[in-house]
């Protein structure tokens, strides 16, 4: 079973602490995202690789970065994790085209 | 503005009955509408993807229609079980990038007994 893995479910940091949430596919896309999902609003992109060392902004990378250094590992970055980031962050991989998205299960970050 | 429209917000049935959930899109230019089922706490999973020429579509008990006239999609949902009770989204892909996707805010469907 094709899987999009995420590091954690939860996570609990602090104002100013570097968050870093990590996602790993095992499908050889080469296509991965992330999103953040607030109530009321649907999944936002953050950020975007369609391939190694590749990355796009998304709809709202501010506050974020990201870091793709192998094909199945997609990284995103709080560097300085503020309040305002407390959401469900979603990963996902593509192959492309038509084919569809495989979300990961989410990770629920709280800053506090 | 690309924008997707789902409605209802929210919707209960009893366990049994059927349900259908709309979608409307201003998205252009059109490459594919896809319907994902979200679990309270979990990530989306799809259901279906229809392209421009497709009309129907069926997994199991759903099915999802497409009328790129009018822009308007629903899912059809059949003999509901208490395991359908979820988010559905509605999401519309941009042609020419795998990046440009909208989403639409979801219809919150709860089966009762």
């Known amino acids: 079973d094709v899987k999009v893995t995420q590091s954690s479910r939860y996570l609990v940091k602090r104002t100013g602490e570097k968050v870093f949430l990590e996602c790993v596919q095992d499908m050889d896309h080469e296509n991965m995202f992330w999103y953040r999902q607030d109530p009321g609003l649907g999944l936002r992109l953050i950020y975007f690789s369609y391939d190694v060392k590749m990355k796009e902004k998304g709809d709202i990378p501010e506050g974020y970065s990201v870091s793709r250094e192998k094909k199945e590992r997609f990284s995103l970055i709080l560097e300085s994790a503020s309040t305002n980031q407390t959401s469900m962050y979603l990963c996902?991989?593509?192959?492309?085209?038509?084919?569809?998205?495989?979300f990961g299960s989410g990770t629920r970050l709280t800053v506090v | 503005k690309n924008q997707v429209e789902q409605s209802p917000q929210s919707l209960i049935i009893l366990e049994g009955k059927n349900c259908t959930l709309q979608c409307n899109y201003t998205v252009s230019p059109f490459s594919n509408l896809r319907w994902y089922k979200q679990d309270t706490g979990r990530g989306p999973v799809s259901l279906t993807i229809?392209?421009?020429?497709?009309n129907t579509k069926s997994n199991g008990r759903y099915t999802a229609t497409l009328d790129a006239d009018t822009k308007q999609s629903s899912l059809h949902i059949t003999a509901s079980q208490l395991s359908d009770s979820a988010s559905y989204i509605c999401v519309v892909s941009l042609t020419g990038t795998a990046s440009k996707l909208t989403f639409g805010t979801g219809t919150r469907l709860q089966v009762t007994l």
């Open positions: 996902a991989s593509s192959r492309g085209g038509n084919y569809g998205y495989t």
């Open positions: 229809m392209t421009f020429s497709e």
